[in-house]
């Protein structure tokens, strides 16, 4: 990244909760000018009252990922009143349970929307800054964008078309300066699981030839987000790892057993691994 006096600035999405939240903090902390986004800022509260316990300043601002008005006018304030974009965290998303018989393709393209073109109209509206400042492209992904998992068809799918795009795009983003970075978390105690949109039980009661596996899966993974999840803080070291090392990895997971997750994938030529895992859930 270039040499200035001037502070580097980070524009951060999604920060009104979780990895988001906790990244804005952590950048704050390491001395970034940090413009943290927000589709709602009438949900920043959370995020004015963890700034003020660390002692950091954040700069909250609207952004809504899927508005490509509202993107431009965010970047576009950004370099107005500081000069430079350093760095963009990707981070916003939204999660989604459901199967193909038992949800409609708007639903799928809603998903894609918010968790991939999401992703890609931020990029586009900063690259330009980016490659000005040899700055970095950092996108939160998942471990569902890397193995993909039971009645979440359409979240991994998401998730596995930002992985290739960004593995596709950062060989290209390096010739001009730009390094880009996916983080990977697993399991994150935050408010994902209350985000799915739907009532669990109410989901359950309609699913029904899918009806079993479908509670097999709920009773195996809504714990894991409940107790013995990674904290927020704890995943948001990996964005910061991302944002700071001199030569960050292309792939970034925030932790032991997501490394050991992901690792299952990527040694498994012919899949049967993961299939084997994955069945495991719900049968």
């Known amino acids: 990244m270039s040499s200035t006096s001037t502070p580097r600035t980070v524009l951060i999405t999604g920060t009104s909760s979780g990895i988001g939240l906790a990244a804005a903090i952590a950048a704050a902390r390491a001395g970034w000018t940090t413009v943290a986004t927000l589709r709602d800022t009438g949900r920043a509260d959370a995020l004015r009252k963890a700034a003020a316990e660390a002692g950091v300043e954040l700069d909250i601002r609207q952004l809504d990922v899927v508005d490509e008005a509202s993107v431009a006018a965010a970047v576009d304030g950004v370099i107005a009143d500081y000069g430079r974009l350093d760095a963009v965290v990707n981070n916003a ?29 931020v990029s586009k509206a900063a690259m330009p800054h980016l490659r000005a400042s040899g700055g970095r492209l950092i996108t939160v992904t998942s471990v569902g964008g890397v193995i993909g998992q039971p009645f979440n068809e359409a979240y991994c799918a998401a998730k596995f078309a930002v992985e290739g795009y960004m593995e596709s795009l950062a060989p290209v983003a390096r010739t001009l300066g730009v390094s880009v970075s996916v983080v990977e978390p697993g399991a994150v105690a935050t408010e994902f699981v209350n985000n799915l949109g739907v009532d669990l039980e109410e989901y359950m009661a309609a699913a029904g030839d899918y009806a079993e596996p479908l509670r097999r899966y709920v009773d195996r993974t809504v714990p894991q987000f409940l107790t013995g999840a990674q904290t927020p803080a704890e995943a948001a070291e990996a964005v910061i790892e991302a944002l700071t090392a001199d030569r960050p990895a292309f792939r970034i997971q925030t932790s032991e057993w997501a490394r050991g997750f992901t690792g299952t994938k990527l040694t498994d030529l012919d899949g049967s691994a993961v299939q084997d895992l994955t069945t495991s859930w719900i049968s």
């Open 93 to 121: 998303g939204a999660g989604h349970l459901g199967t193909l018989e038992n949800e409609t393709v708007a639903d799928v393209r809603k998903v894609m929307e918010v968790n991939f073109f999401g992703v890609l109209n």
